[in-house]
T-cell receptor, first 116, second 115 residues
């Protein structure tokens, strides 16, 4: 079965500083990995995905993520945080192994708080 | 262009009532997904349609949950005899093709509260 772990419930960072939101995954086959952001009372907005190729993926709003197969991680990063980045971030995986299907399996989310 | 829309945005039901939640996917999207998001949790998969065919319903928690997409566009998630544990946000997502690499685009969700 596929699973995702987001070990931090909350991450606090000062505006202008770099941010990292951690994600590790477990799958039986090759993973497709996604990051979404959720603002209050709104649905999930797609940020970026890793399918294959370059391990560093660039996405919306200046975010990027690095796929590390040996550490089974897909951490979300941004070089300089903005107060407007404050939101709930979800990592998700689709297992391309047998029985994975098309569904996404999500982590429990990490609340990012960017302070002035 | 228009994104995924869901209605109603909020629904309050008395325990035992039936509810119907609607999802309008992005026009032309082949794949449609329903997820359930409990308070403080990540979304959990309920069911998946490819056009009008329901290919995966492994996440439906009980036979009180039923979903359909009869013409391959709009979908309805129906919950019969609602119970308090059904209180959650129900999210709909669609993707352009049936390819597993496709991005799923989510609607704003329907927040269901069962009293």
């Amino acid at each position: 079965a596929q699973s995702v772990a987001q070990p931090e419930d909350q991450v606090n960072v000062a505006e202008g500083n770099p941010l990292t939101v951690k994600c590790t995954y477990s799958v039986s086959g090759n993973p497709y990995l996604f990051w979404y952001v959720q603002y209050p009372n709104r649905g999930l907005q797609f940020l970026l995905k890793y399918i294959t190729g370059d391990n560093l993926v660039k996405g919306s709003y200046g975010f990027e993520a690095e796929f590390n197969k040996s550490q089974t991680s897909f951490h979300l990063k941004k070089p300089s945080a903005l107060v407007s980045d404050s939101a709930l971030y979800f990592c998700a995986v689709r297992d391309m192994g047998r029985g994975g299907g098309n569904k996404l399996t999500f982590g429990t989310g990490t609340q990012l708080k960017v302070e002035l | 262009g228009a994104g995924v829309s869901q209605s109603p945005r909020y629904k309050v039901a008395k325990r035992g009532q039936d509810v119907a939640l609607r999802c309008d996917p992005i026009s032309g999207h082949v794949s449609l997904f329903w997820y359930q998001q409990a308070l403080g949790q990540g979304p959990e998969f309920l069911t998946y349609f490819q056009n009008e065919a329901q290919l995966d319903k492994s996440g439906l928690p009980s036979d009180r949950f039923f979903a359909e997409r009869p013409e391959g566009s709009v979908s309805t998630l129906k919950i019969q005899r609602t119970q308090q544990e059904d209180s959650a946000v129900y999210l709909c997502a669609s993707s352009r093709y049936a390819e597993s690499t496709d991005t799923q685009y989510f609607g704003p969700g329907t927040r269901l509260t069962v009293l």
